[in-house]
């Protein structure tokens, strides 16, 4: 699983010109499945996402947690944080979670994200097309790759 987190004040989500997802203070995360990821990935994951201290303390340094600080997190699904551009000019998808895989594996890490967080986490609508907007927050962006943990 790929995971780009960003530090955002507002963040939401479009389908349709309908919101579907809406915070202020937070986390945008963007998760991309691939066939290879398993529970495993999910939980160890979520886990960190929630515990990762990238929100401001009282000194100005990151040292908060969103957890610690009471934020919200929206979770998106995006295939195309698995594109290979090696050869040519159009990305290839092919490591991309087919969504018999993908669905199951991005419902579970948006529970395991709940239960670690403690309250609901929001959504995008999986395989829409949406329209996402935030406010990034510093800017503060992290990529995260499970398959790089070690």
Same mark, same amino acid.
């Given at each position: ?43 160890? &994951?979520?886990k960190?996402?929630?515990? &990762? ?13 969103? @957890? ?12 195309? &944080?698995?594109?290979?551009?090696? @050869? ?12 018999e ?15 670690e967080?403690? @309250? ?9 097309d949406? @329209?996402?907007? &935030? ?16």
């Amino acid at each position: 699983m790929i995971a780009v987190i960003q530090r955002v004040s507002s963040a939401s989500v479009q389908v349709n010109n309908a919101v579907t997802a809406s915070i202020g203070k937070g986390l945008m995360v963007l998760v991309g499945i691939e066939e290879a990821d398993g529970p495993d990935d999910v939980n160890w &994951l979520a886990k960190k996402i929630v515990h &990762l201290r990238i929100f401001n303390d009282a000194a100005g340094l990151m040292n908060v947690s969103v @957890k610690d600080d009471g934020g919200d997190i929206i979770v998106v699904s995006q295939f195309t &944080l698995h594109a290979s551009t090696k @050869k040519g000019n159009r990305p290839s998808y092919v490591k991309a979670a087919k969504p018999e895989k993908a669905i199951p594996c991005y419902e579970s890490f948006v529970n395991a994200i709940a239960l670690e967080l403690g @309250k609901p986490v929001q959504t995008g609508v999986f395989g829409a097309d949406m @329209k996402v907007h &935030l406010v990034n927050d510093g800017p503060v962006t992290i990529v995260i790759d499970t398959k790089n943990r070690v």
